[in-house]
């Protein structure tokens, strides 16, 4: 293991310090940026650079708050340029700039292949210059496609976060295919992941693995049996606020200790601006006092449970 | 549907006019590449341009043997640079010189999202300077994590491959997962391919949609399962050659009039020079070699079964 540590015990050491278990997610959309950043002559490399300047911005303003972030890479995928990807040189500086202010960064990239190809994305996603805390990835290939994550997280310490149940509306119709003996393909997928993760081995000191795992809060009964399922894994989970899930929705993800998974809020956050009840706020201030707010509301809830 | 054509039966022009319906994977991994390109000082922006003349030189080598190429874009993504993701400028180029020397090209980027991301993704891929003629998507999401991809395909012509069956060993663990009727995840997954093509009512004038599916060669009797369940999807066949699947494998996957699928291979054509048995000959004649006993060998295949 590298000397930076254990990627899950450096996140609960960061819950610990921030005192809430909560991520940032930055889905740079150019058409909610506050007005400053929207760069009105259209050039493509102009804008990136604007997009760049705001994530920083909203770095800095969430640091105090929240213990992690999550930057969502499609969105600066489809910034081109001329060149192609030119956005995604955005997202590794600011992945770089969020781990030099003390974040965690979860690189939601939601990789996955075969065993060869999975080597290239975790070389990718998990070393160099563009290397993040954890990287989520799609488990569709099962284990030969997760193993190569692993085995660079045995290594450096960082981690990933396997999709097991989703957020979104239609997961329904693919993870909810239920098997001969009752079992959905959501508990079956959590079932192998605890199992892969058993196997790699790979605790860290408070007992939770390098392979967490991705449930999302709309589905709170799911989360429930999946917590049982999963006893080491890290939940990341999404789904808080625009997409419609609770607080106390999120706090079915945890242990009764009040461990074991941390809760991302995007565009309830970084564009608070656009909220009415924030209206009044400079764009930082709104963004600063959402995030607050996020982090109080699921530390409460997960306290109460 | 865009001036250029419906993808579908642009592909199923171009195996005609080639005689075989083939694809040829573009992996680069430096440590396979000729010689000449690989850059001994080690400096990753000069490593990144010489992979990125091999990749072109191998493109004009096999481009009067196949119709179709597919960059495999976590090798591009793994090439960092100092700046982070510079090897995809030489994917985005390398896909660009494809299309404009008539080759189909095929973005192997299984990328794959909730709907909003998926956009970011679609637009990414589908659109701009990065476009390629289809993206493969991993559809654990289930249909709106795909809508967003056929809504570009509906104007532009272009499409995508879902992976249902994919080539890999511990594939099984997930995708064979049955179900209460006795049906196996990669058959529920594929009746689901099948309604969102038949939905979205994207048919070219051949009768494909603009919907494929990513079926493993390695797996030929759930690949004729799979015929039959998606009359609609043009499969893409990974899985020859370096995977260990024979051409009489990969004729599974089609039609009994032919169509239907277009068989990948990698290694075993991009690294021909490599294989023992070129030895004697130049890359690019060992390449070009491979190509074309690939090419014969499938669409005999193809004609026998």
Redesign the interface.
Known sequence: MSEQGHVADRLLEAVDQKGSPVCVGL?P?VDHLPEEFVITDGDPVDQIEAVGRWAIKVLEVVAPHVPAVKP?I??F??L??????YG??A???ICKVAGEIGLIVVGDA??????S??E??A??HLT???AVDAVTV????????LQPFLDVGRDTGRGVFA?VR??????????D????N?MT?YE??GG?IAQIGRDANLLGQRGYSLLGAVVGATYPEEARRLRRIMPQQIFLVPGYGA?GATAQDCAAAFKPDGTGAIVNASRSVIYAHNRPEFADLAWEDAVAQAARDFARDIALAVQKS
Chains 1, 2 share one sequence.
Not at 138 to 145: L, V
Not at 166 to 175: C, E, I
């Open positions: 889905d959309r969502q499609a969105y995928e489809c081109a340029g001329d060149q192609g990807f995604l040189a997202y590794a500086t939601k990789r996955g292949d075969i065993g190809t999975a290239a994305y070389a990718a160099g210059p563009c799609n488990p569709y290939f099962g284990a030969d496609g999709l989703t957020s979104n509306p239609s997961a329904t119709a693919v993870q295919f239920t098997g001969k009752g393909l079956h997928m192998q997409q």
